[in-house]
């Protein structure tokens, strides 16, 4: 049976704005003169009286019930009901209660309920019609108004009158329709992202002794009520254990009754990779915690059943801020009380939704991806934060685009979250060593071998770790399968090289190629990268090529911040970061990236050799050379050279990558039959040429000439008259380095 408080939680439940109070035509002008008396408003969404009664799931009515029930229809024939308690036959009306405002219907109440009313404050009806006729009676006397089907009903105190011919049309939600919405938000809710969920079974979650810094550091953030960033935002690279980190987290504050909803987004499990879900399972777990929040969020779910298909920011609003704030007005429920952490992990791995990315591509439905988390962040922000509300969010995500963006300088969240960069700012390789040691302990036990491993066993595999669990926590995987020898697998991994049938790092190669594979897809997908070849550029970070970051950009045609658009899909493997001469470099934050890049039995479709790398390079250095129309105006020195003009010298300087024994003998028929050695043969015949090459280094020149020497004998047997051109250029400058070198140097450094 329905009770008051699920009424009285439906009214706070958010809506439309109310229309201005209508209007009750006085039919006896006589008595009231000419005019209209307002009818009251609806009462304000907000709760007054949060010990009411609220509905169960099971349709009960919590608190004590009577088996006496009671109706409106029946008050108003109330010879029906001669057991009601009514103290007198004709009582006067006192002033009005809050039931003389419920609309009629056929909605019980419970004996409790009557009496709860009765002990309720009066409320205050407008006062009668300022424009009286002359001898008007200068108060409203309900009881004799001329309303046709009058029956007044009282309890001795307070007055029902229900003749209103002009009856109010919203009906109060009965039990039933407030428990049906609430099964409507479950229906829109992920369980398998929930922190305890039977689907996250053994969520991988730090040890005691493990990841202490960072653990103390995010739960007094979490705990410092009064911070002034009601926001923190933990990036780190994949693998980095951000989701372990909170997994601990969401169990530390649910054992100290803190947790108000945790969200474990997930790119492997559909029920939790999308963000169609993510605002009713936090409002799911929010309402859990308190009976009439929970009436209010099904409430709202009642006045719009569509909310679910609204932006993230109104869904928000409507299931989250407004039910919220509504309790927040009660003064019988002290906010304070109320778990207030609200943790979200993943927030990289959030994807469109099904039903605007089923027919879009790879790289459209990242783009909507991004779109989204965006959106998501963009809802925190307006609706959680811009409130007085009690929350404070806790966000974990790998350093992609979207929440890189919002945390960068004139970022959106860049003054308002509080920023943990996990993999910077915590050295993770004493826990690595912590963690190996104690799994390796374990399996000692169960195989009855304690000493089966040894601390340099555990040494080696930290090392490669490169301060990543994802790498110790795959060894392990591998290590303890259940029917293989742990001795055995451990020597396979610390043995392990490529072209061995076995794969220890399988999780990891999965991890990779699924970065660099997408990736890959985002940046050519861009009209501008037509004819890139991202894996190609890439593979040229991996290499140390020599040439400063700056002038390779230009050699390689590319726009000036060419590093940076390269590896925007990738900061959760990569990072920028300046060298000793202030240009921007590329490092990696996993050691065993480069290895699978560099290794064609696990990279597969991902793999370029070397020789491919160096001959795309090479390629273009002939093709800087031949375009190239500074050869007569170079300055004496580099540093007055420009841009194009220091790229000329060092297209030159390089070209001895010819030896790497790239399949370009195309490509060096055309330089030579262009007159490319010519034009090398004019910059090194000026006065200053051999200085602004090889800045008087006479180790250099020699080299040059000796590696462009073994080209061009490679090239002979296939192009023989191109061979022929270059070799007696080479001979020419040969006999000119010899001629500038000073006596014995050149015989000093072959010692």
Same mark, same amino acid.
């Given at each position: 049976?329905?009770?008051?408080?699920?009424?009285?939680?439906?009214?706070?439940a958010?809506?439309?704005?109310?229309?201005?109070? $209508?209007?009750?035509?006085?039919?006896?002008?006589?008595?009231?003169?000419?005019?209209?008396?307002?009818?009251?408003?609806?009462?304000?969404?907000?709760?007054?009286?949060p010990?009411?009664?609220?509905f169960?799931?099971?349709?009960?009515?919590?608190g004590p019930?009577?088996?006496?029930?009671?109706?409106?229809?029946g008050? %108003?024939?109330?010879?029906?009901?001669?057991?009601?308690?009514?103290?007198?036959?004709?009582?006067?009306?006192?002033?009005?209660?809050?039931?003389?405002?419920?609309?009629?219907?056929?909605?019980?109440?419970?004996?409790?309920?009557?009496?709860?009313? !009765?002990?309720?404050?009066?409320?205050?009806?407008?006062?009668p019609?300022?424009?009286?006729?002359?001898?008007?009676?200068?108060?409203?006397?309900?009881?004799?108004?001329?309303?046709?089907?009058?029956a007044?009903?009282?309890?001795?105190?307070h007055y029902?009158?229900?003749?209103?011919?002009?009856?109010?049309?919203?009906?109060?939600?009965?039990? /039933?329709v407030?428990?049906?919405?609430?099964?409507?938000?479950?229906?829109?809710?992920a369980?398998?992202?929930?922190?305890?969920?039977?689907?996250?079974?053994?969520a991988?979650?730090?040890?005691?002794?493990?990841?202490?810094?960072?653990?103390?550091?995010?739960?007094?953030?979490?705990?410092?009520?009064?911070?002034?960033?009601?926001?923190?935002?933990?990036?780190?690279?994949?693998?980095?254990?951000?989701?372990?980190?909170?997994?601990s987290?969401?169990?530390?504050?649910?054992?100290?009754?803190?947790?108000?909803?945790?969200?474990?987004?997930?790119?492997?499990?559909?029920?939790?990779?999308?963000?169609?879900?993510?605002?009713p399972?936090?409002?799911?777990?929010?309402?859990?915690?308190?009976?009439?929040?929970?009436?209010?969020i /099904?409430?709202?779910?009642?006045?719009?059943?569509?909310?679910?298909?609204?932006s993230?920011?109104?869904?928000?609003?409507v299931?989250?801020?407004?039910?919220?704030?509504?309790?927040?007005?009660?003064?019988?429920?002290?906010? !304070?009380?109320?778990?207030?952490?609200i943790?979200?992990?993943?927030l990289?791995?959030?994807?469109?939704?099904?039903?605007?990315?089923?027919?879009?591509?790879?790289?459209?439905?990242?783009? %909507?991806?991004?779109?989204?988390? /965006?959106?998501?962040?963009?809802a #925190?922000?307006?609706?959680?934060?811009?409130?007085?509300?009690?929350?404070?969010?806790?966000?974990?995500?790998?350093?992609?685009?979207?929440?890189?963006?919002?945390?960068?300088?004139?970022?959106?969240?860049c003054?308002?979250?509080?920023?943990?960069?996990?993999?910077?700012?915590?050295?993770?390789?004493?826990?690595?060593?912590?963690?190996?040691?104690?799994?390796?302990?374990?399996?000692?036990?169960?195989?009855?071998?304690?000493?089966?491993?040894?601390?340099?066993?555990?040494?080696?595999?930290?090392?490669?770790?490169?301060?990543?669990?994802?790498?110790?926590?795959?060894?392990?995987?591998y290590?303890?399968?259940?029917?293989a020898?742990?001795?055995?697998?451990?020597?396979?991994?610390?043995?392990?090289?490529?072209?061995?049938?076995? $794969?220890?790092?399988?999780?990891l190669?999965i991890?990779?190629?699924? #970065?660099?594979?997408?990736?890959?897809?985002?940046?050519?997908?861009?009209?501008?990268?037509?004819?890139?070849?991202?894996?190609?550029?890439?593979?040229?970070? $991996?290499?140390?090529?020599?040439?400063?970051?700056?002038?390779?950009?230009?050699?390689?045609?590319?726009?000036?911040?060419?590093?940076? #658009?390269?590896?925007?899909?990738?900061?959760?493997?990569?990072?920028?970061?300046?060298?000793?001469?202030?240009?921007?470099?590329? /490092?990696?934050?996993?050691?065993?990236?480069?290895?699978?890049m560099?290794?064609?039995n696990?990279?597969?479709?991902?793999?370029?050799?070397?020789?491919?790398?160096?001959?795309?390079?090479?390629?273009?250095?002939?093709?800087?050379?031949?375009?190239?129309?500074?050869?007569?105006?170079?300055?004496?020195?580099?540093?007055?050279?420009?841009?194009?003009?220091?790229?000329?010298?060092t297209?030159?300087?390089?070209?001895?990558?010819?030896?790497?024994?790239?399949?370009?003998?195309?490509?060096?028929?055309?330089?030579?039959?262009?007159?490319?050695w010519?034009?090398?043969?004019?910059?090194?015949?000026?006065?200053s040429?051999?200085?602004?090459?090889?800045?008087?280094?006479?180790?250099?020149?020699?080299?040059?000439?000796?590696?462009l020497?073994?080209?061009?004998?490679?090239?002979?047997?296939?192009?023989?008259?191109?061979?022929?051109?270059?070799?007696?250029?080479?001979?020419?400058?040969?006999?000119?380095?010899?001629?500038?070198?000073?006596?014995?140097?050149?015989?000093?450094?072959?010692?």
């Amino acid at each position: 049976m329905p009770a008051l408080g699920a009424t009285l939680a439906y009214l706070q439940a958010p809506a439309a704005p109310q229309p201005p109070p $209508r209007h009750r035509l006085v039919e006896n002008f006589a008595q009231f003169g000419s005019g209209s008396m307002s009818e009251p408003p609806l009462p304000p969404p907000s709760n007054p009286y949060p010990h009411l009664t609220a509905f169960h799931p099971s349709g009960a009515v919590s608190g004590p019930t009577s088996t006496s029930s009671y109706s409106l229809e029946g008050m %108003n024939q109330f010879s029906l009901y001669p057991n009601s308690p009514v103290d007198s036959a004709n009582p006067q009306p006192p002033a009005v209660s809050i039931v003389d405002i419920l609309p009629q219907t056929s909605y019980h109440w419970t004996a409790e309920d009557l009496e709860l009313l !009765s002990n309720l404050p009066p409320l205050e009806l407008p006062s009668p019609c300022s424009n009286a006729a002359p001898g008007a009676a200068s108060n409203v006397d309900l009881t004799r108004s001329s309303f046709p089907q009058h029956a007044p009903f009282s309890n001795g105190r307070h007055y029902v009158d229900v003749p209103n011919p002009t009856p109010l049309t919203l009906d109060p939600p009965t039990h /039933a329709v407030l428990f049906d919405r609430w099964e409507i938000l479950q229906k829109h809710i992920a369980p398998n992202a929930l922190y305890n969920s039977s689907a996250r079974f053994d969520a991988p979650k730090c040890d005691e002794d493990t990841r202490v810094e960072v653990t103390r550091e995010l739960m007094e953030w979490i705990e410092d009520r009064g911070g002034p960033q009601r926001l923190l935002c933990m990036t780190g690279t994949a693998g980095s254990g951000k989701s372990a980190l909170q997994q601990s987290i969401a169990e530390r504050c649910a054992e100290d009754g803190i947790l108000g909803a945790a969200y474990f987004i997930s790119a492997a499990d559909p029920s939790r990779n999308t963000a169609a879900t993510i605002i009713p399972t936090i409002a799911y777990q929010l309402g859990l915690k308190h009976p009439v929040l929970q009436c209010s969020i /099904a409430g709202a779910v009642r006045h719009d059943p569509f909310i679910f298909s609204q932006s993230l920011k109104t869904q928000m609003d409507v299931l989250v801020v407004r039910p919220f704030v509504s309790l927040g007005g009660s003064e019988e429920y002290d906010i !304070s009380t109320f778990p207030y952490a609200i943790l979200i992990d993943g927030l990289d791995e959030c994807q469109g939704d099904p039903s605007t990315t089923t027919n879009l591509g790879r790289v459209k439905a990242k783009y %909507n991806a991004e779109d989204r988390q /965006a959106e998501l962040l963009s809802a #925190i922000k307006n609706s959680l934060l811009n409130h007085d509300l009690p929350f404070r969010v806790f966000v974990a995500s790998r350093p992609e685009l979207p929440i890189n963006t919002a945390l960068g300088a004139g970022g959106t969240l860049c003054e308002l979250a509080y920023h943990i960069q996990l993999s910077n700012q915590y050295d993770a390789t004493d826990d690595m060593r912590r963690y190996l040691r104690r799994r390796f302990q374990d399996i000692g036990l169960r195989i009855g071998q304690p000493d089966w491993f040894t601390e340099g066993n555990i040494e080696s595999l930290v090392r490669a770790g490169s301060g990543q669990f994802v790498y110790v926590a795959t060894v392990f995987k591998y290590v303890s399968e259940r029917r293989a020898s742990p001795v055995h697998m451990l020597k396979t991994v610390l043995n392990w090289t490529p072209g061995q049938a076995t $794969r220890p790092f399988e999780a990891l190669d999965i991890l990779y190629t699924n #970065i660099l594979s997408n990736a890959k897809e985002a940046y050519e997908a861009v009209d501008a990268h037509s004819g890139r070849d991202f894996l190609l550029l890439l593979n040229m970070v $991996r290499f140390d090529l020599g040439v400063f970051r700056d002038l390779l950009n230009a050699l390689l045609n590319l726009e000036h911040n060419a590093l940076e #658009i390269l590896t925007l899909d990738l900061r959760s493997l990569l990072y920028l970061r300046e060298d000793k001469s202030g240009t921007m470099d590329v /490092a990696s934050y996993h050691k065993s990236l480069f290895d699978f890049m560099a290794e064609e039995n696990r990279a597969k479709d991902l793999y370029v050799p070397a020789s491919r790398v160096y001959a795309h390079v090479t390629k273009c250095y002939m093709q800087h050379i031949i375009e190239s129309t500074d050869l007569h105006s170079l300055p004496d020195k580099r540093e007055d050279m420009s841009v194009s003009e220091r790229c000329l010298i060092t297209a030159i300087a390089e070209l001895e990558s010819l030896n790497r024994r790239a399949a370009i003998d195309d490509e060096i028929v055309d330089f030579t039959h262009k007159g490319g050695w010519h034009k090398i043969d004019m910059v090194l015949s000026k006065p200053s040429g051999f200085d602004i090459i090889f800045s008087n280094d006479w180790d250099e020149p020699f080299e040059w000439i000796s590696n462009l020497g073994h080209a061009a004998g490679d090239l002979k047997q296939r192009r023989p008259e191109a061979a022929a051109i270059m070799s007696e250029y080479l001979e020419k400058w040969e006999t000119f380095f010899d001629e500038m070198c000073p006596e014995g140097e050149d015989d000093s450094n072959a010692d």
